[in-house]
């Protein structure tokens, strides 16, 4: 069962893609608005499953489940371009490879297209091991 269960309405995109990370990734991307959304989430490893009910693609409201790491005991879930700087958002597109390669424990999601959408996303904190003594 999840640890948390998240249901984020009307996420918009611009730019054809919603990224769910911790906060500390858009460091040193500059500041636009800020994220569609923002929650708080104890800081982890966690197994993401997310999907996308109303999306334009199909493959999107199927269940897909992802590595997501929280360092900062924050989530956000937004199209990056009403957070990355407009100065430097070909260079963060550039970097990413338009989202193709992202850093472990970040989530970037093809919508498809633009529009305002239904994010559901249950994190499930990964096990840690303890050292024994």
């Given at each position: 069962?999840?640890?948390?269960?998240?249901?984020?309405?009307?996420?918009?995109?611009?730019?054809?893609?919603?990224?769910i990370a911790?906060?500390?990734?858009?460091?040193?991307?500059?500041?636009?608005?800020?994220?569609?959304?923002?929650?708080?989430?104890?800081?982890?490893?966690?197994?993401?499953?997310?999907?996308?009910?109303?999306?334009?693609?199909?493959?999107?409201?199927?269940?897909?489940?992802?590595?997501?790491?929280i360092t900062?005991?924050?989530?956000?879930?937004?199209?990056?371009?009403?957070?990355?700087?407009?100065?430097?958002?070909?260079?963060?597109?550039?970097?990413?490879?338009?989202?193709?390669?992202?850093?472990?424990?970040?989530?970037?999601?093809?919508?498809?297209?633009?529009?305002?959408f239904t994010?559901?996303?249950?994190?499930?904190?990964?096990?840690?091991?303890?050292?024994?003594?």
């Amino acid at each position: 069962m999840a640890d948390h269960m998240f249901v984020f309405p009307d996420t918009g995109v611009d730019a054809g893609f919603i990224v769910i990370a911790d906060p500390s990734f858009y460091e040193g991307w500059g500041t636009k608005h800020g994220p569609t959304h923002s929650v708080d989430v104890e800081n982890g490893d966690y197994i993401a499953e997310w999907t996308i009910p109303d999306g334009w693609l199909e493959e999107n409201r199927k269940p897909t489940e992802q590595p997501l790491k929280i360092t900062s005991g924050r989530l956000w879930v937004s199209d990056p371009c009403y957070i990355v700087g407009d100065d430097k958002w070909m260079r963060y597109l550039k970097r990413y490879k338009c989202h193709d390669e992202m850093p472990e424990g970040v989530i970037a999601i093809n919508t498809g297209g633009d529009g305002g959408f239904t994010v559901r996303l249950n994190l499930t904190k990964r096990a840690t091991k303890r050292m024994e003594r």
